[in-house]
């Protein structure tokens, strides 16, 4: 292989090896265009096969050296001669020598790897750039001269910059290479998605080209199914849907301003829409927000004032404006405004002009022009009572669930453009009196219709209103005092605790839910199953013990064909402390395994813990079962933690790749996450079940877990959608912490049976849940669900459909 001594056209190396991966690269300079094949030998003995068809930009300079050196002259080539052969887990536990050779050729590439020697990392690893093919682009670069330095990330399309970013996240989907905080997430600018491939070159600070440069970037952003006529192609019209749903597209929330101005604009067929839309008279009430002085801030007052009533007189429904007495003579009248006294004299005022609907704007704020249209959308369905949209502040956007309590108590998030039909305050008045400010009437409203919320509350998810300036202090208490009543009303031992989460955009608290002495005595079973991992196991099995103080609480091990001697002492010494040791032999099925204990299970609740969980704090218990001890609960999850403190589980959001994932996963413990869902309580579709608790009752219900269709993965999911098909909410706690070294027990997918195993188990989900996974109601379809991406930190390219939407669990295809 030396061209000082052979004349051999075969060039290349094995650069090294590291988790299992052998890296390296093969040319032959006689025909650079071809792929070679190589095979992968162990102690001589063939092992496997594999093609040198990865790019390797590192190698441009020596490829070039190469075959400028041949006697031949190539007019085009590339450098896609790099190879990475998936040894497999097996391979930790081998002894020799790993050589590679070119098939059928007696030609030996130089870097044998004796497995027994410690490796550093080979050079390959040093840089990657990936993507989709869509606007966001991934990978790492690590400064071979300093490697606790961060790179600085460029790309270029020809010759002009176009994106740069700095080499220091720790991204999840690098979470298998291994290259701690050297990993980037670089978004392209939203002209590139113009359906033309473009192929973009990216480089380090030094304009060295990152392996996997350059990157061929094609997509159209308003989606392929929008350039053809569905009713004249209606086979290609499904297919690209299908593909859309299967591969989606996303863009960086850097480029919000530019996809609004292409989505968030007014629906089409206007004339339409408007015959459709339900014939409704809207009083707008204009609330002082920031401005609760008005004399002393009397000329901005008159230009909030005026920008405020600019927006609503481009409304292209024309409401009725209600405006407070003491601001009369700052702007002149406009049209169709009236002066009055006071909050409550606006809303009498607004019943007794026979408004069909009432909604409050702070002076300052603004509407879109189509905001109003819109929003009555949401009042079609006459058991409609109350609307909210989304919202936008200082260029950030606000995309919000479907209607989801322990949320709303926590952010205020339907406050912004809530629109409330005046029959539901009418009603209110029969018991009460007149509701004398903003927030106290918007939660007076939310609690009036809270036994019917799931049907009569509905989102539209648009951004409609934008907040214009931050909320006061006395706005945020005065938000969080009428919460708070509203909620004792409800629950009248719960309260909130306020928390600051550094922003003036939405109030922050914490839903403290209080535990009787009878509810403490509620019987828990924490089932747990093992396969030996004595040493996960034991952690798992102390930190629970030195954690909880539950007054009857049994614990159940599952022994799913253990055979260490030290697993069976460790299973006699805790079986006299009283934990249940279950035997089940046989295929790891973690499905049966869980409904065959809870068959045997003594408790009314039952938490399903994986083997590989610890419990940080006291009182994590507690806080779970304060919250599925309440009617209408079906599950509850904690807020799940990787050794390094990295969010590992913030609840399963659907969709993601047309499956599902967990959110949270690019998160430090306590950053707050997009407004708060990262340190808030909230309602979610699914929790995972490495710490899962639901009543046992409610487990049997809808027949447990589905170990034929899911033995290991999606049954948690499963479980969890058939508990809301059921009525039941699933919420998912961030004040319960717990560690989780994910998958450390069982491995990760990385044979070709596992691999298998899990294709058919997304096969199955997909089929069961079909479009379900579209339309997850705590996410919102103007978000990404593209698999690198981290959810909440992209859009949508293009949107999902924006419906007006309710609560409850969407109906399948």
Avoid at 326 to 350: C, E, I, V, Y
């Amino acid at each position: 292989m030396d061209k000082s001594t052979s004349p051999s056209p075969w060039h290349g190396a094995i650069d090294g090896m590291h988790n299992n991966l052998l890296y390296g690269w093969a040319l032959n300079v006689l025909d650079p265009n071809a792929r070679v094949v190589l095979e992968v030998c162990l102690n001589s003995e063939v092992i496997g096969s594999v093609i040198a068809d990865v790019m390797r930009s590192d190698l441009a300079t020596e490829i070039k050296a190469l075959l400028s050196e041949s006697s031949l002259h190539h007019s085009t080539f590339d450098f896609c001669h790099g190879f990475v052969a998936d040894l497999g887990s097996a391979f930790q536990q081998q002894n020799g020598s790993l050589t590679v050779r070119v098939a059928n050729i007696d030609v030996i590439l130089p870097g044998a790897i004796d497995l027994q020697v410690p490796r550093k990392p080979p050079t390959a690893l040093t840089s990657k750039v990936f993507s989709d093919s869509a606007l966001c682009l991934l990978g790492w670069c690590i400064d071979s001269r300093d490697a606790a330095a961060h790179q600085e990330i460029k790309a270029f399309l020809g010759d002009s910059l176009i994106a740069q970013t700095k080499a220091n996240l720790l991204h999840p989907a690098l979470r298998s290479y291994d290259v701690g905080s050297h990993g980037f997430e670089l978004n392209l600018p939203l002209e590139l998605a113009d359906g033309v491939e473009h192929l973009v070159r990216v480089t380090d600070a030094l304009g060295n080209e990152l392996n996997g440069s350059p990157v061929a970037v094609c997509c159209y952003a308003t989606g392929g199914k929008t350039l053809i006529d569905p009713d004249r192609e209606p086979v290609l019209a499904q297919l690209l849907e299908s593909y859309e749903r299967y591969l989606p597209r996303s863009l960086g929330m850097c480029s919000y301003k530019e996809w609004s101005s292409l989505f968030e604009v007014a629906p089409t067929n206007d004339l339409a829409r408007k015959k459709a839309l339900p014939k409704l008279r809207v009083g707008i009430m204009l609330c002082a927000g920031s401005f609760e002085q008005a004399n002393s801030h009397a000329t901005e007052l008159t230009q909030a004032l005026e920008d405020t009533l600019s927006s609503l007189a481009q409304q292209d429904i024309k409401p009725q404006i209600y405006l407070q007495s003491d601001w009369q003579n700052k702007p002149a009248k406009k049209p169709r405004q009236r002066a009055l006294p006071s909050f409550s004299s606006m809303l009498q005022n607004a019943l007794d002009d026979q408004c069909d609907v009432i909604a409050c704007v702070r002076v300052g704020d603004t509407l879109l022009p189509h905001a109003l249209s819109c929003a009555l959308e949401g009042f079609t369905n006459p058991d409609t009572q109350i609307v909210y949209t989304d919202s936008e502040c200082a260029g950030t956007p606000w995309f919000k669930p479907a209607w989801n309590p322990e949320y709303a108590l926590a952010s205020d998030y339907p406050l912004e453009l809530m629109l409330v039909r005046c029959s539901v305050l009418e009603a209110y008045l029969n018991q009460k009196a007149m509701p004398s400010a903003q927030a106290q009437f918007a939660w007076e409203m939310l609690s009036a219709v809270w036994p019917q919320a799931e049907s009569a509350i509905v989102h539209v998810p648009r951004v409609l209103y934008q907040q214009n300036s931050a909320l006061s202090e006395s706005e945020k208490q005065a938000r969080t005092e009428s919460a708070q009543l509203a909620l004792q009303v409800l629950e009248p031992e719960s309260r909130l605790l306020p928390q600051n989460p550094n922003t003036g955009t939405f109030s922050a608290r914490r839903i403290c839910r209080h535990l009787s002495q009878s509810e403490r005595n509620t019987a828990v079973t924490l089932i747990i199953p093992t396969r030996d991992r004595v040493n996960l196991l034991s952690r798992c099995i102390s930190t629970l013990q030195a954690h909880t103080d539950w007054p009857n609480l049994e614990i159940i091990v599952i022994d799913n064909d253990s055979v260490e001697t030290k697993t069976k002492t460790y299973f006699q010494r805790i079986a006299k402390q009283g934990i249940k040791i279950l035997s089940i032999p046989g295929v790891f099925n973690f499905a049966t395994l869980n409904n065959q204990a809870v068959d045997v299970a003594k408790g009314e609740v039952i938490g399903l813990i994986n083997n590989d969980i610890e419990a940080l704090h006291d009182g994590w218990l507690d806080e779970i079962m304060s919250h599925l001890l309440r009617p209408g609960v079906g599950a509850v999850g904690a807020k799940l933690l990787w050794p390094n403190g990295m969010v590992q589980h913030g609840g399963v959001l659907l969709g993601v790749g047309n499956v599902a994932a967990h959110f949270g996963n690019r998160l430090a413990d306590q950053d707050w996450g997009d407004h708060g869902r990262n340190q808030l309580l909230q309602q979610v579709s699914s929790v995972t079940a490495a710490c899962l608790f639901l009543r046992k009752c409610d487990y049997l219900a809808v027949g447990g877990m589905d170990g034929d269709a899911f033995p290991v993965a999606f049954n948690d999911v499963d479980l969890c959608l058939k508990l809301r098909q059921l009525g039941k909410s699933i919420i998912w706690t961030p004040y319960a912490h717990l560690l989780h070294a994910e998958s450390a027990s069982r491995g990760h997918e990385d044979t070709p049976q596992k691999r298998a195993r899990a294709e058919r188990e997304i096969n199955i989900f997909r089929q069961r849940w079909g479009a379900c996974l579209l339309r997850d109601p705590a996410y919102h379809p103007s978000l990404n669900l593209d698999s690198h991406r981290h959810a909440f930190a992209g859009l949508a390219l293009p949107p999902r459909d924006r419906s007006p939407r309710s609560a409850g669990l969407f109906k399948c295809d």
